[in-house]
């Protein structure tokens, strides 16, 4: 696509046509399909881009005995992840991961994060050395030493560039076209961060490129820790006056340790969708809200693992775990006191205040 | 409370204690009561402050034939405005503005809108010349050469310096004490902001300074509009990712709308409980969001006029004629294109767009 190529095909009209970007989805999840049928519709449509857009599938046998890639090429539908909704036929599914990225120029991942590290690996040396990356995945893990970016473990890992997409994206109310936004993070190239909001952009879907991977990143987990604060207040009733309260010096403390952590993160970063809209919609939805609220109800006398248990079918709490790591770096640099509702909600969650201090701790003024 | 007064006092034991600040409350509504009580309860416990705080109330006589300011004094409660709630002992109800703010030293304005200019009217030189003022009133009218702010009005009228203090603040919910926050918005004097936040600031009512009159209280105006946008989302039934989405643009329009209008208005004012809470608060629940809920559920056949006659007995939406302002404004300027949310909720308000345009024109980027 350098230019002078497409010049010699005005000129003599005979050259190849400029090479197409071709893009590879890596994940077939709930999200991971959305994300397809989104990038699907614009590969048709731009020029620029191979119309094919391919899928990985983790492979499974379906109960009727056909294989999921074959169920769902036949049907162009994930008839297990997101049922009754057409991907367009130029998406293709395959159960082979290094076919499948082969020859791609853009890589999406889409995976539970707990699989990443092992996707990197098989990934090494398979890849284009030029190929683009973003990582749609939310809940990457904070370590003591810093939060462990899914971002950096692909740009390291493969040595490629990443950038990250983050919002309020309910995938279920996307992929019935239902209006929603989208943050796309981006490092210092912002061309390529224009061409994934190509990618991605369509009228339903308004997707705004913002040049802070770690502010963007940083929001799709630490958001899930305010959701069950918010699903405390929930719990004991106290109102929608308290719960905005509890919103704001959660997002509030969002940025603070965002910016504590990396210097780079940006302000206005928490006003667009990753940031404010993310945190409004899981706290308003969600899962970890729910499971909260049921914690604060049973007066913490049920524990989280129970409740997870018993409401979400063996699916865990991203919240309940994050707002561990969040503790253990606030406690290993000596932060505690700057951030008195992320550390009262895991002092909550493991059974050392009662759902109650959620307000009568949250309200005090960090020090700084 | 000149330092060499106090002095004076340790060294000689005989003369005058310090002159202890008196405050009077102008309003004796809903939100005016539970004002009167916060600040009650500080008077008494902090030894600067005048125990009494004089509590203004518009007279009426109840069914019982008794006066509401007997009833208040005599119940200490204010029956009508705020049954149920215990004011202090220290609040003392008076029928005669000029009577209520005389010797006052601080003045906190909490009326009705629509009867400042009155109000201030009869005021004019019956307060002291060094008088602190406060204005808690949300909703001043957006004129076509600019925001009419309550805070200048009283300012101007007066002569004297007014501070703002708005939030996420449902008046039954403070009342009983539920968690809350709040944000006090002040010109250039912060040791005055920092006498209201002791003014108002209890356990359960923490209250934040700012310095930035116009951004909040602009703030507690346009979270109004962006309520009926809200509204209209919850009609269609378009989902929390969706209502997440047109929240997060109506608050980038908020933030747009006060800068352009006041280049001194900050970015971090938005972040506040004025700002990102009490929008979230408003969204949640509020007149303006059910009625708007109604008119899309209705999809628009029948007028806010009617559905404001039928659901709010009389009570008029701030919202609706606060976003007609905002749109004379805007076009007023040749603005309308950098505010496709505010001047879209305004359009389908007076018909010329049905409900559905809330989500196909707020999408539309700005163009700025």
């Known amino acids: 696509m350098a230019p002078e190529l497409q010049e010699e095909n005005y000129t003599t009209g005979s050259a190849e046509p400029p090479q197409k970007t071709r893009v590879t989805v890596v994940g077939s999840g709930n999200w991971g399909s959305v994300a397809a049928k989104l990038i699907a519709s614009n590969t048709r449509r731009l020029s620029s881009f191979h119309d094919e857009v391919r899928m990985w599938v983790f492979e499974e046998t379906l109960p009727s005995g056909e294989k ?27 159960p082979d991961l290094e076919n499948a990225v082969n020859g791609a120029n853009m890589l999406v991942f889409v995976t539970p994060h707990q699989f990443m590290e092992g996707i990197c690996r098989r990934l090494v040396g398979k890849v284009k050395a030029d190929v683009e990356a973003i ?9 003591m030493e810093g939060p462990c970016m899914i971002s950096t473990l692909i740009s390291d890992q493969l040595g490629i560039n990443c950038c990250v997409l983050m919002g309020a994206n309910i995938a279920n109310e996307i992929a019935v076209e239902k209006f929603s936004e989208a943050t796309v993070g981006y490092r210092e190239k912002k061309e390529i961060a224009q061409k994934w ?7 339903y879907f308004i997707v705004t490129p913002v040049q802070d991977v770690e502010g963007v990143e940083l929001c799709g987990t630490l958001k899930n820790v305010v959701a069950i604060a918010a699903g405390f207040v929930d719990g004991l009733e106290m109102g929608n006056n308290t719960k905005a309260a509890i919103m704001r010096i959660g997002l509030r403390e969002m940025k603070a340790f965002s910016k504590m952590l990396f210097p780079s993160v940006k302000d206005t970063t928490f006003f667009e969708s990753c940031g404010v809209a993310d945190l409004i919609t899981t706290c308003l939805g969600g899962r970890n809200r729910k499971v909260a609220e049921a914690f604060a109800r049973n007066e913490g006398k049920r524990s989280f693992d129970e409740l997870e248990a018993e409401m979400l079918q063996g699916q865990k709490l991203q919240g309940v775990s994050t707002a561990k790591e969040v503790y253990e770096v606030l406690s290993h640099r000596g932060w505690l ?28 003024t960090p020090k700084m």
Do not use: W
């Open 135 to 143: 990582s749609l995945i939310k809940g990457m893990e904070v370590k």
């Open 337 to 364: 006191d700057f951030f008195p509702l992320f550390a009262t909600v895991h002092e909550i969650c493991i059974g050392t205040l009662p759902p109650t201090a959620i307000v009568e701790h949250s309200e005090r």
């Open 197 to 203: 909001v190509q990618l991605f952009n369509t009228s």
């Open 68 to 94: 999921l890639t074959d169920a769902i090429n036949r049907n162009n539908e994930n008839v297990k992840y997101l049922p009754g909704i057409k991907l367009g036929k130029n998406v293709v599914a395959d």
